[in-house]
């Protein structure tokens, strides 16, 4: 990568702990189950981008609660895209939305939805279905900075058309860009889809169950958690899932566990979607 | 070209193989693919570029051609060897330790989502000197930092001959930066695989 130090040894494993404590300790966010590859990268990235050492990194997090807001938002991933996977929303329309229709309210949990591309997908694909009106999202991170971004709503026009090709993958009719409001080079979720959502704060690792849903997306979250984190969250997913709800993962990011796999139906192996069973 | 004994000796006592290549690398992976022995006793991961909705039956071609176990790598996949896996689009693929994948969505690096660069820079990390790296054609130059990486960790690192590639650009980036052990044509890497 540019820049990238071509040193034998970069950050040690005690490096990262003792980083990773400094955090939990006065920050109060632990990211002891994180995958410990991708934290690595995470954090050499920072110490590349602001020209840190080691040390200045561990002083600045003890002594510098802006740079903590910082350090949040880039040691956790928030690239995200609309219509990600189009072959998982194609699957959702067949499979699931069918099922969810036959609810009277339809509560859907955006799990990790940093700036919100998701839960705006999956209000798009809901109002194409026509299940809109009766179905409400909630969007949740750690960090409140992509919140800000994901409950405005406002993209660049030019992202918005670059997901122009997931979108038209995914099956649906017309354009993406139906969906928008267009002014310049911004593109605002219509105010009809932005209407029933909320984003919130909420952390997987420390918060508890805050409703009660018909299907639950976490995507591409579980990747950067080592698999008894993992277990611990899904928990929390079957605990927050009506009878029969849905889960959804990303498309490489199965059930491992044994114990869940008997509590969780396999709607769909490619895209990874589940079913709760058993009470 | 003979190939001398330490490539040789390297390459017999690599755990793993990193296949890495863009543009151009297509026929020379499936002609390796196609030719190792179901009990090559090592792993092997490849990388290679592609587009993220480019539904393409490269596993399933691969899969169907090959001796050994192949599959697409899932997110905490276990390290087996006498395994092919490939490295999925749309993510890029790290080693959390000798025996586990773990996958990432983060920012494409050279607009390479695998990225060769990350992958190869992970696995300097936790291969070392039980690993062996071939880079291929390829039109950018993403691998060349990562195979620096894995040279300096004690990797054997082979970039295929520039003159020998369809593109030239990712082979002679790795080559310009010193991170080639050795420079083969691709006939010479084939022969030093036995395929």
Partial sequence: MMNESTDTQGLTPVEIDELVNVVKKIHGFDFSGYSKASLKRRITRIMQLKKLEFYDLKHLLINDAAFFQHFLEEVTVNVTEMFRDPLFYKALNAQVLPYLSTFQHVKIWSAGCSSGEEAYSLAILLREAGLHKKSFIYGTDINTEVLKEAKKGIYSLRKIKSYAENYQYSGLPGTITDHFTILYDAATVQAELKQNTLF????????NVFNEFQMISCRNVFIYFESHLQEKILDLFYK?????????????????????????KTVNSKENIYQKIGA | ?????????????SKVLLLAGSAGSFKLLFHAVKNFPADLNKTVIIIIHRKKNFFSEIEKLFAENSRMYLREISDKD??????????PANYHTLLENEKQFSLDVSEAVWYS????????ESAADVFKDKCTAVLLSGANQDGAEGLLKLRNNGSLTIVQDPADAEMKDMPAAAININAADYVLSSNQIFQLLQV
């Fill in chain 2, 78 to 87: 276990k390290i087996d060897s006498n395994t092919i896996y490939i490295a």
């Fill in chain 2, 1 to 13: 070209m003979e190939l001398n004994n330490d490539i040789k000796n390297r390459w017999h006592n």
């Fill in chain 1, 200 to 207: 919130s704060v909420h952390n997987l690792i420390s918060d």
């Fill in chain 2, 113 to 120: 989502k695998p990225s060769i660069d990350v992958t190869f």
């Fill in chain 1, 240 to 264: 927050s899932l009506c009878p029969l709800g849905f889960l959804c993962l990303g498309s490489k990011e199965a059930i491992r566990s044994d114990a869940f796999k008997r509590r969780f």
